[in-house]
């Protein structure tokens, strides 16, 4: 009878510790980037952090993030990012209790995810293009639970200006590990302060018009890291799309080593 009770709680325990691990490892697949957490106080940021708050304050400014808005994938929900972004690039708790968070849910319809989805982050840049991936609509930016912030996603965002260009201060948040600047209409080089980003898992520069070529640093940036719209790597299978090339204004590209061949086309 003892062997028996033994048995029992040994299975118990296996179990219970199974069923711990099995969610973790799902909540690691549904947030590997940003998961909602509330903005630390001020006094505990380290000082990278304060020195990198202040570099997105100038790219809040520069982007005009004010006043610019973005819909969502129905095009139905307009959003503008709260002014207290500025300051609270990781949300801000008023003294009702309410929140100010910097980043927005864009996929408001009940409809399925589409299995197109241009929103697939993933943990490293090894697990492209499957694993630890999600499909993630949130645009903004969010922060981990040290309030650095580790992912930008200005997808498809109206900046309300005549001439946009991708501030070089990007370059000094050092915790970025994703980049999103899908459709933004961008013009000029691409800062070259991205090679500043030691961190950066990917980044994705679709349907812009950046500048061509880009400078030899950042082409070989593009070979190792999944760099999307940019020259595509021969060492990426999935930067090989119909989206390649496309940062520089072209719709279609035909992939050559290191060498983007395309049509004109504006975003």
């Known amino acids: 009878m003892g062997g028996d009770r033994r048995t029992f709680w040994l299975v118990f325990i296996a179990s219970l510790v199974h069923s711990i691990s099995f969610s973790k490892a799902n909540v690691y697949q549904a947030y590997p980037y940003g998961q909602t957490v509330m903005p630390p106080p001020a006094a505990k940021l380290s000082y990278e952090t304060n020195s990198s708050y202040k570099a997105w304050r ?8 004010e006043n610019a808005t973005v819909e969502d994938i129905d095009r139905r929900l307009l959003w503008t990012m709260p ?46 293009p499957t694993n630890n991936c999600i499909n993630d609509h949130r645009v903004g930016v969010f922060c981990n639970s040290k309030g650095e912030i580790v992912v930008m996603d200005l997808s498809f965002f109206d900046f309300k200006l005549p001439l946009v260009m991708l501030p070089a201060e990007i370059g000094a948040l050092p915790k970025l590990k994703q980049l999103w600047m899908i459709g933004c209409n ?14 950066l898992v ?19 940036l593009c070979i190792q890291k999944p760099m999307f719209g940019l020259i595509p790597s021969l060492k990426i299978p999935s930067l090989q799309d119909a989206g390649a090339c496309t940062a520089f204004g072209g719709f279609r590209a035909v992939s050559l080593p290191y060498l983007c061949v395309y049509r004109t086309f504006r975003f």
């Open 58 to 65: 100038q790219i809040f400014d520069k982007l005009n993030l």
């Open 83 to 128: 002014k207290t972004c500025r300051l609270h690039p990781c949300g801000y708790v008023h003294k009702d209790g309410s929140l100010d968070t910097c980043y927005k849910n864009t996929y408001s319809s009940n409809k399925a995810v589409p299995d197109d989805s241009i929103h697939y982050r993933c943990a490293s840049d090894r697990d492209m």
């Open 186 to 199: 961008f013009s000029n080089s691409i800062p070259p302060t991205i090679l500043d980003l030691k961190e």
């Open 202 to 220: 990917m980044a994705n520069f679709e349907f812009n018009n950046f500048r061509y070529p880009l400078q030899s640093s950042l082409k070989a």
